[in-house]
């Protein structure tokens, strides 16, 4: 199984600012997925990334993977309120389609 | 497009008595379920991957008598917590590939909060 170091764990800081999340693995993954959960609901997919290097952008979230698919971030810019909540990424592991979840970081933005 | 619901939301029950979780892909088919459970706080444990029309695969560690999984068809499958025990309460969510779109994405439900008492 591989395994996904993702962190910070906590993090919290006031509206405006900015933060980044990292995951790291030494296994290369096929494609890596970042997800947020609020309380009480499920994970909701907010990107896919699949090609090293590859960067993508959400408003004002940017996604980047790896060149060696083996590491991903997550930026946030000017963070607001709405966007507290647990940020997982998650890898695929080969034909399975089974994902590996890091710890998850949980994010609180304070007005 | 991709939406997964489970049901129920919320359920509680006594000690010794088995639970159903449903889990349906709404509007697309899914060959391949997985049942996952989370603690507060934490991330997501995968118990087991669900497969249409054939025998659940199982995480090490997970006991496949007492969560018993059914894939029945391409839209539904069922998590039974057997002789449910206080330490089985917790948040089970389940998702579903879209084995149509070839990729990795995982859609998930809104989760089902379970409690024994």
């Known amino acids: 199984t591989q395994l996904l170091e993702q962190s910070p764990q906590f993090l919290s800081i006031q509206e405006g600012e900015n933060l980044t999340v990292y995951c790291n693995s030494s296994?290369?993954?096929?494609?890596l997925q970042w997800y947020r959960q609020e309380p009480g609901e499920g994970p909701v997919l907010l990107v896919t990334?699949?090609?090293?290097?590859e960067v993508k952008k959400l408003k004002r979230l940017t996604f980047q993977f790896g060149d060696a698919r083996k590491d991903s971030s997550l930026h946030i810019t000017a963070a607001q309120p709405g966007d507290t909540g647990l940020y997982l990424c998650?890898?695929?592991?080969?034909?399975?389609?089974?994902?590996?979840f890091g710890k998850g970081t949980l994010l609180t933005v304070n007005p | 497009g991709a939406v997964v619901s489970q049901h129920p939301s919320r359920v509680i029950c006594k000690s010794g008595t088995s639970v159903k979780i449903e889990c349906r892909s709404l509007?697309?088919?899914?060959?391949?379920m997985f049942w996952y459970r989370q603690f507060p706080k934490q991330s997501l444990m995968l118990m087991a991957t669900?497969?249409?029309?054939?025998?659940?695969?199982?995480e090490q560690g997970v006991e496949k008598d007492k969560f018993l999984i059914n894939h029945a068809s391409l839209t539904l499958s069922t998590l039974t917590v057997t002789s449910a025990h206080p330490e089985d309460s917790s948040f089970y969510i389940c998702?579903?590939?879209?084995?149509?779109?070839?990729?990795?994405?995982?859609?998930f439900g809104p989760g089902t909060r379970l409690t024994v008492t």
């Open positions: 509007d697309f088919q899914a060959t391949t």
């Open positions: 998702s579903a590939r879209d084995h149509t779109g070839g990729g990795y994405e995982q859609y």
């Open positions: 998650a890898g695929a592991e080969g034909s399975n389609y089974k994902l590996t």
């Open positions: 296994s290369v993954f096929s494609s």
């Open positions: 990334v699949v090609t090293g290097g």
């Open positions: 669900s497969n249409e029309g054939s025998k659940a695969t199982y």
